[in-house]
């Protein structure tokens, strides 16, 4: 099968979706909305009527939030429908991601009931427990009194080997961040084995997409934690993720081993994104009256909205070029899971009763 | 109706600063005014000017509009129509008690949805503990059934009831049935209530099944209160509709004047405001100004003709039998001002394409049917949404299924039998291969037809294309472009050529005296368009070297040569789409007549029938309604509609231009 034949129908479809999508005045008219049943009723003929019908149901934002996320499994699973083998296995990686995020989910309400002991049933109903990527007993993990029982429920699948590492004693002590730091790696190792099982310019793609992806989160580790908590460097290999330009360079630099770790990696960031170290310095140098954790803010900040640019970038970049590659797909899944990302931001932005302005300063807008 | 697009006449008017108001209104009133900024004055005169300052501005008034819409929609409430008689007593604006009330009805609303959220968490609760039950997931499930040694029963259920669960506490012995993970909170609890359990086996037996009717019968009468709820919040809007339409009149009545007041400019005592305005309603205008200023005012006309063509806007005026094809040109694009109306052109041609290709009395019939159905059904329930077959695919099938009837008259075809004798030839007869008398035997007899009816409609366009031209005085392109005299002459050389070699059996090229000297005639005048363009330019002081001239000259040529002689044969060619997708339904038509031959059982017979002819009227009908409109567009439209006007957008109570 020819690239073209891989591609043309479903380029053709997203490319139409597309089309569609950017509709910045529906947000607007939400963002202005001056309440939360207000803003829901913006969503009235729109391709997300579903998300209103639900709320006329049941008035609950976090049943809208489940149905949002079952409408992006959808989409992932319709993609995935329409592409050759290769392509769509990767496409279960990236659906892989979601499932991930959801099974921090049910460890973090597992964590609560059990080691907690707070009451979990109302959020157990948010929970999105049908098979995303793999067979999960959902039910069973929520109800796990013992670790053990809690691993049961995940027998068969990969979060197996990573849950094993950990035991509900380690866990109470550290909390769940180095567990779902785990997840999250073994995610990027699934993600870097999916790359590398894809061909010619998908491959290229995709790696110029994730590894990009993947060093500014790291950057993002970096800033958020290491001047935050300074940890030492065996955490900070823990934290970031083994994959893209900073953690190979930092690997071949024996970065963790020097005396001063921190300063090679803002070497090797600074070499690689000197646009955004220039930007971290010029807010440090500006900013004397500023806490660290206020500059670190800002600073986080800043890299999230330095990679939204990117991404956007990177993404218009593909619209324009080959249309019979994984691009459009990987475009398509970006500017839906923003769509999504803004629907929720401006929605629970209302439910809390956010001014228009920190609903748009958190949307970039 | 007129053949050309709808006369237009610039107005400006100088009117007094007191009688404002009154023109808006009055203007507003009669809808008929598309305004312009006046841009056009000199520098020092604008600079005296000043533009129209608000005591509300537009964007407000808009967002409450918006406001008062949204909500109207929620309560499933349709927008009033405006009516003149509201600008007699224009009440004014009061944004702050339209505010409070607006406030005060999405508070409510808001009280509704928190109210449902509650019900909403209760019955994700009590779902839990039925879906296990029902998955048989017991271990997930904590059962007590016992009773207390002390302290209130009613204050146990209070505090198990924070943690949630079933608990018929009516008759003793008590049951509760938990969840498991909440067994130790459940534990807690009771311990204070000194709970026993009991020992009667029976009662221990019966309790799971008792407990969990109970959580499907509150489940139940939830779900009916949330239905309720819902159904709450729209009698809520609908309670304070006459508030909600008061409001949202009164805003967009404002609106609209400060949308018609935004293109004011202003001196001290006058107001300024220019507009176009259909041609016949100039009179009307003028005397409405007089009469509302009590002749306070001075009013000049313009032509369209003193303007730059590509200034004025455009409107047609289709008769409203043909309103669903002015529809499909206005998605092309606009007409230019002051060049034929494609609608009409449109309507033939589109209803003869489609009634070639899809020629069946029977189906036509059915499209009938849907069409006239649906739009009943739109009429009687005007809030409903538009669906796959929507209100315009409506409109348009009670065109398209008359039309493909009488095509199905001439070819003798109903639900592919051909029950009836043909008025002009047997279509699936022929395609069938079956020997039938006439001019029409076989299929390169119907291939010939499509053909013959390409080139009437390709000679159509450049017909329009010519008169266009004349009534632009673009002469020069009436003679030397692609779709100009020397186009179509050389199109006509083309047609008789071909025929011609086909008359011989595809054996020898005809010739004749004229053909030669027509032929070189038309190139050379073709070769001449540069050289004559650049004298043209020249005259207007646009010089060119005669280096580019040349290269212009001869490139140009070239591809006017490439063009005429590729373009005109494909779009020409391109016709025969239309004989094979007859072809295609009459052969679809005739396979499901023979599948419909091998059941000996007459009702599977039958059935294969109705389901081929479904099949063939969903996917035939819309390849025969996607090729006629792409007829109509490439190969119609591009020989003389050239797209340049803008639409005409007049301000009234039913224009959505203040949007």
Redesign the interface.
């Known amino acids: 099968m020819s690239k073209v034949s891989d591609y043309a129908f479903i380029n053709a479809k997203l490319r139409a979706r597309i089309g569609i999508m950017r509709d910045t005045a529906l947000f607007d008219?939400m963002i202005?909305?001056?309440?939360?049943?207000?803003a829901f009723?913006?969503l009235?003929?729109t391709r997300h009527q579903d998300l209103l019908e639900v709320?006329?149901?049941?008035?609950?934002?976090q049943?809208v939030e489940l149905e949002m996320l079952e409408d992006e499994i959808s989409i992932y699973r319709e993609v995935e429908s329409y592409l050759p083998t290769v392509p769509s296995s990767f496409i279960s990686v990236l659906l892989e991601k979601i499932e991930v995020d959801n099974v921090k989910n049910v460890i973090r309400l597992w964590y609560s009931?059990?080691i907690r002991?707070h009451?979990?049933?109302?959020r157990?109903?948010?929970l999105y427990k049908k098979e995303i990527v793999h067979s999960i007993d959902y039910?069973g993990a929520?109800?796990a009194?013992s670790y053990q029982e809690l691993l049961g429920a995940f027998h068969g699948t990969p979060y197996v080997d990573v849950l094993s590492s950990f035991s509900m004693e380690s866990l109470a002590s550290e909390g769940l961040f180095p567990l779902e730091i785990a997840l999250d790696h073994m995610w990027f190792r699934h993600l870097e084995e999916g790359i590398k099982n894809l061909s010619g310019q998908d491959r290229k793609t995709a790696e110029a997409i994730y590894n990009t992806d993947v060093d500014l989160k790291n950057i993002l580790m970096l800033t958020r934690y290491s001047y935050s908590y300074h940890l030492s460097p065996e955490s900070l290999r823990r934290v970031m993720i083994p994959m893209g330009y900073i953690a190979r360079e930092a690997e071949r630099m024996g970065a963790l081993q020097s005396d001063d770790p921190i300063a090679v990696l803002s070497g090797i960031v600074r070499h690689h994104y000197p646009q955004i170290s220039e930007e971290i310095a010029r807010i440090r140098r500006t900013a004397d009256d500023l806490t660290t954790v206020e500059e670190n803010n800002r600073e986080i900040l800043l890299i999230e909205a330095y990679l939204g640019e990117r991404r956007k970038k990177e993404y218009r970049k593909i619209l324009q070029g080959d249309p019979f590659s994984i691009g459009v797909v990987l475009a398509y899944f970006f500017l839906c899971i923003q769509e999504y990302g803004a629907l929720r931001a401006i929605l629970s932005g209302k439910y809390y009763g956010r001014s228009e302005e920190k609903i748009r300063e958190g949307l970039g807008l | 109706m007129s053949m050309f697009t709808r006369k237009m006449r610039m107005l400006t008017a100088v009117v007094m600063e007191s009688d404002k108001d009154n023109v808006v209104k009055a203007l507003l009133e009669k809808g008929v005014m598309e305004f312009v900024h006046i841009g056009s004055l000199p520098a020092d005169k604008m600079a005296r000017l000043s533009e129209h300052s608000s005591s509300v501005p537009k964007a407000v008034l808009t967002?409450m509009r918006?406001?008062v819409e949204?909500?109207l929609?929620?309560g499933g409430l349709q927008l009033p129509e405006l009516e003149s008689h509201v600008l007699e007593n224009l009440p004014s604006l009061d944004m702050e008690t339209y505010r409070r009330t607006?406030?005060r009805l999405?508070?409510s609303?808001?009280s509704?949805?928190?109210?449902?959220?509650v019900i909403?968490?209760d019955i994700?609760?009590l779902?839990?503990i039925i879906r296990?039950s029902a998955e048989k997931?017991d271990?997930?499930l904590d059962l007590r059934v016992g009773v207390t040694t002390h302290g209130s029963a009613d204050d146990l259920l209070q505090r198990l009831e924070q943690?949630?669960g079933v608990f018929l506490f009516s008759s003793k012995p008590f049951i509760s049935l938990t969840?498991?993970?909440?067994s130790?909170?459940v534990t807690e609890v009771m311990d204070k209530f000194g709970w026993t359990e009991s020992t009667d086996s029976e009662a221990q037996k019966n309790a799971v099944a008792e407990a969990i009717g109970e959580a499907k019968a509150k489940t139940e009468s939830y779900r009916l209160e949330?239905?309720k709820?819902?159904e709450d919040?729209k009698e809520r809007i609908r309670k304070v509709a006459d508030d909600l339409f008061r409001i949202w009149t009164n805003v967009r009545v404002h609106e609209l004047c400060e949308h018609v007041e935004s293109y004011f400019s202003y001196t001290r005592n006058t107001t300024l405001f220019s507009g176009w305005v259909p041609s016949e309603y100039s009179d009307d205008i003028s005397a409405l100004i007089s009469k509302v200023t009590s002749g306070r005012c001075i009013i000049e006309w313009t032509d369209a003709d003193e303007m730059p063509r590509e200034e004025v806007p455009v409107e047609m005026t289709s008769p409203k039998i043909l309103k669903p094809f002015e529809r499909m040109v206005n998605n092309y694009s606009t007409p230019e001002y002051g060049s034929i109306n494609p609608t009409p052109f449109t309507a033939v041609a589109y209803l003869c394409m489609f009634a070639l290709m899809f020629a069946d009395l029977g189906q036509g019939f059915i499209l009938l049917l849907v069409g006239l159905v649906g739009t009943w059904l739109y009429k009687k329930h005007p809030e409903k949404?538009d669906g796959i077959i929507s209100r315009y695919l409506c409109s348009l099938l009670m065109y398209l299924g008359p039309a493909s009837m009488i095509g199905g008259l001439l070819f003798g075809s109903c639900f592919g039998f051909e029950l009836l004798p043909a008025l002009w030839f047997p279509f699936d007869a022929v395609v069938e291969g079956e020997a039938v008398p006439g001019l029409v035997q076989d299929i390169y007899d119907i291939l010939g037809i499509t053909i013959k009816f390409g080139i009437v409609i390709i000679y159509l366009g450049l017909v329009l294309n010519w008169i266009n031209l004349v009534r632009k005085k673009r002469f020069f392109e009436l003679v030397f472009d692609k779709n100009g005299l020397v186009g179509g002459a050389l199109f006509s050389l083309g047609i008789w050529f071909a025929w011609g070699f086909v008359a011989s059996g595809y054996r020898t090229f005809p010739s004749a005296p004229f053909f030669q000297p027509a032929l070189i005639f038309c190139l050379v005048l073709l070769f001449l368009k540069g050289p004559v363009g650049a004298v043209i330019k020249a005259r207007k002081g646009e010089k060119e070297s005669i280096g580019s001239i040349v290269i212009d000259t001869v490139m140009d040529f070239l591809v006017q040569v490439l063009e005429i002689f590729s373009g005109f044969l494909s779009n020409t060619l391109s016709f025969m789409r239309v004989a094979g997708l007859g072809i295609a339904h009459a052969s679809l038509m005739a396979a499901f007549y023979d599948m419909a031959g091998m059941p000996d059982n007459i009702i599977a017979q039958i059935l294969i029938m109705i389901l081929g002819n479904a099949l063939v009227i969903v996917l035939e009908g819309l390849s025969a309604g996607i090729q006629s409109l792409r007829l109509n567009y490439y190969e119609f439209f591009t020989k003389y509609f050239t797209g340049h006007g803008i639409a005409f957008e007049p301000v009234g109570f039913k224009s959505s231009s203040a949007d």
């Open positions: 008219e202005k909305a001056p309440s939360l049943t207000e009723a913006k009235d003929g709320y006329r149901k049941t008035g609950d934002l049943q009931g059990a002991h009451a979990i049933s109302y157990a109903a948010y039910d929520i109800n009194v | 967002d918006i406001r949204t909500l929609k929620e607006l406030d999405s508070l609303l808001q509704i949805r928190d109210r449902q959220k909403n968490q994700n609760a779902e839990e296990y997931k271990d997930y943690i949630g969840l498991r993970r909440d130790s909170r949330l239905q709820l819902s919040a949404k």
